[in-house]
């Protein structure tokens, strides 16, 4: 069974850059089927997409957030992360990785981390 | 980006009623459209894609239907874990994903 499983810090600093991990198990990232995609949910809120990465290190990101969104891949530890920069309050939300690819949906999710933006 | 909208944004309903949910892409999304459940504090799970394909160990009570720019998911009759909130999301315009806003579907 496919699992995803996010790390990081839970508080982040107006301005500071918010990094997180998501490691993934039952599956490699090397594999070459799939995108691994970051999603975000602020509280009561809606889903948005954050951004994807293919193995080969190819990206595609939400136009909205693209000027401060980097996500990399390491296949050695079989995890991605996620590097958003000049973080603000409305960036305040549970993280989700997600995995993406079959007829273009999103099969399996992490449990989510919230991550606050606050001084 | 396209847009996704959802209605109701939320809905009332008893156990064995028939439930419907309509997504409406700002565009024409093919077959491109996925439904998610999520359940308070978990995360998202996915029920139909390809717009009218049920996802593995999904119950037979979901389907989804539609093409184009409307599309519904249904609820054959309700039951007590079915009370969630609703996500419908394209994947047409891959390079910009977006999901609906949400329906809560709530205990009458």
């Known amino acids: 069974q496919v699992q995803l499983q996010e790390s990081g810090p839970g508080l982040v600093k107006p301005s500071q850059t918010l990094s997180l991990t998501c490691t993934v198990s039952g599956a490699s990232i090397s594999s070459g089927t799939y995108y691994w995609s970051w999603i975000r949910q602020p509280a009561g809120k809606g889903l948005e997409w954050i951004g994807r990465i293919y193995t080969s290190g190819s990206t595609n990101y939400n136009p909205s957030l693209k000027s401060r969104v980097t996500i990399s891949v390491d296949t050695s530890k079989n995890q991605f992360s996620l590097n958003l920069s000049s973080v603000t309050a409305a960036d305040t939300a549970v993280y989700y990785c997600?995995?993406?690819?079959?007829?273009?949906?999103?099969?399996?999710w992490g449990q989510g981390t919230l991550v606050t933006v606050s001084s | 980006d396209i847009q996704m909208t959802q209605s109701p944004s939320s809905l009332s309903a008893s156990i064995g009623d028939r439930v419907t949910i309509t997504c409406r892409a700002s565009q024409s999304i093919s077959s491109y459209l996925s439904w998610y459940q999520q359940r308070p504090g978990k995360a998202p799970k996915l029920l139909i894609y390809a717009a009218s394909s049920l996802q593995s160990g999904v119950p037979s009570r979901f389907s989804g239907s539609g093409s184009g720019t409307d599309f519904t998911l249904t609820i054959s009759s309700l039951q007590p874990e079915d009370f969630a909130t609703y996500y419908c999301?394209?994947?047409?315009?891959?390079?910009?994903?977006?999901f609906g806003g949400g329906t809560k579907v709530e205990i009458k």
């Open positions: 999301q394209q994947s047409y315009s891959t390079l910009a994903l977006t």
């Open positions: 997600a995995r993406y690819g079959g007829y273009r949906f999103f099969d399996f």
